[in-house]
């Protein structure tokens, strides 16, 4: 609620320092815990900074000057073990995939003053429901995060406003908006999801082949039978015979949003085709 505070009072430029300033045991799972869950907050606050003072401290290096004081223990996304150096590298990595889209946000605070972090009646002012909610916020006009709030939660109530539909953005289900769900939530990922029709600027992964012969193509959504989200353009290669199926991308973990072509063996005429999007 505080961030969503600032962005009201005309003060975009916000956020926290993920695990607290002060205390935090490295070695402590309940902290590991709510360090994971902090960070994956951070990955959609406007700023994104781990920053503290951990535990246990280390000794002083020297009895002179600054060397005399204690320091705090490491503090790097591989300092809390594997699982949650997995876990940090996914949303470090998707935080960098969203730069495009965050620039733009950033530039409509500039330009119009419009928060960064907004609440959902900022973007929903008709919608009743979206002036209660507290919990949940929007990163710019596409994007609705629901961050986790509670220790051992792996699940969560998560209300989607009314006028539009919402991509989840782990799997790319639809979900119509004026409904409140239940979302899961492990502890490798957050409800985060997209408004039908927008298509937030992302920074495409370097898979791109050479295209020949291309054009523009809009899928439609279950186009055969795979569940493809209808709002991003993609190009193919038009030299190919033979089944292509175009299916969603998830492989790299949450958000992955490229696409990929797969062809049947033997089917290319020409030269592979790679599909390119959000761009």
Same mark, same amino acid.
């Given at each position: 609620?505080?961030?969503?505070?600032?962005?009201?009072?005309?003060?975009?430029?916000?956020?926290?320092d993920?695990? $607290?300033?002060?205390? *935090?045991?490295?070695?402590?799972? =309940?902290?590991? &815990?709510?360090? #994971?869950?902090w960070?994956?907050?951070? @990955?959609?606050?406007?700023?994104?900074?781990?920053?503290?003072?951990?535990?246990?401290?280390?000794?002083?290096?020297? $009895?002179?000057?600054g *060397?005399?004081?204690?320091?705090? =223990?490491?503090? &790097?996304?591989? #300092?809390?073990?594997?699982e949650v150096? @997995?876990?940090?590298?996914?949303?470090?990595?998707?935080?960098?995939?969203?730069?495009?889209?965050?620039?733009d946000?950033?530039?409509?605070?500039?330009?119009?003053?419009?928060? =960064?972090?907004?609440?959902?009646?900022?973007?929903?002012?008709?919608?009743?429901?979206?002036?209660?909610?507290?919990?949940?916020?929007?990163?710019?006009?596409?994007?609705?995060?629901a961050?986790?709030?509670y220790?051992?939660?792996?699940?969560?109530?998560?209300?989607?406003?009314?006028?539009?539909?919402?991509?989840?953005?782990?799997?790319?289900?639809?979900?119509?908006?004026?409904?409140?769900i239940?979302?899961?939530?492990?502890?490798d990922?957050i409800?985060?999801?997209?408004?039908?029709g927008?298509?937030?600027?992302?920074?495409?992964e370097?898979?791109?082949?050479?295209?020949?012969?291309?054009?523009?193509?809009?899928f439609?959504?279950?186009?055969?039978?795979?569940?493809?989200?209808?709002?991003?353009?993609?190009?193919?290669?038009?030299?190919?015979?033979?089944?292509?199926?175009?299916?969603?991308d998830?492989?790299?973990?949450?958000?992955?949003?490229?696409?990929?072509?797969?062809?049947?063996?033997?089917?290319?005429?020409?030269?592979?085709?790679?599909?390119?999007?959000?761009?």
């Open positions: 609620a505080a961030g969503l505070n600032m962005g009201l009072a005309g003060i975009p430029w916000w956020t926290t993920i695990g $607290g300033f002060h205390g *935090g045991n490295i070695n402590d799972p =309940a902290f590991k &815990e709510c360090l #994971t869950r960070f994956q907050f951070g @990955a959609f606050s406007p700023v994104f900074r781990l920053h503290g003072d951990r535990e246990p401290h280390k000794k002083p290096l020297t $009895g002179v000057g *060397g005399a004081m204690p320091s705090g =223990a490491d503090n &790097e996304v591989w #300092t809390y073990g594997e150096y @997995a876990i940090c590298k996914k949303y470090l990595f998707l935080r960098e995939k969203m730069r495009p889209y965050i620039l946000v950033m530039k409509e605070a500039h330009e119009k003053g419009a928060p =960064a972090m907004r609440t959902l009646f900022w973007n929903f002012p008709e919608d009743k429901k979206s002036w209660e909610v507290s919990d949940e916020f929007c990163l710019g006009g596409d994007i609705l995060v961050p986790v709030l220790e051992n939660q792996r699940s969560r109530e998560v209300y989607l406003p009314a006028g539009t539909s919402w991509y989840d953005l782990r799997n790319g289900k639809k979900y119509e908006g004026g409904q409140t239940t979302a899961a939530a492990d502890l990922s409800p985060v999801f997209v408004k039908a927008s298509i937030p600027r992302l920074r495409a370097g898979r791109v082949m050479e295209l020949v012969h291309v054009h523009m193509i809009r439609k959504e279950r186009q055969a039978g795979l569940q493809v989200l209808p709002e991003f353009l993609c190009v193919l290669g038009c030299g190919l015979g033979g089944d292509v199926d175009v299916v969603p998830i492989t790299h973990g949450i958000a992955d949003l490229l696409l990929t072509v797969r062809v049947s063996p033997g089917c290319i005429k020409q030269r592979d085709a790679a599909v390119i999007c959000l761009s």
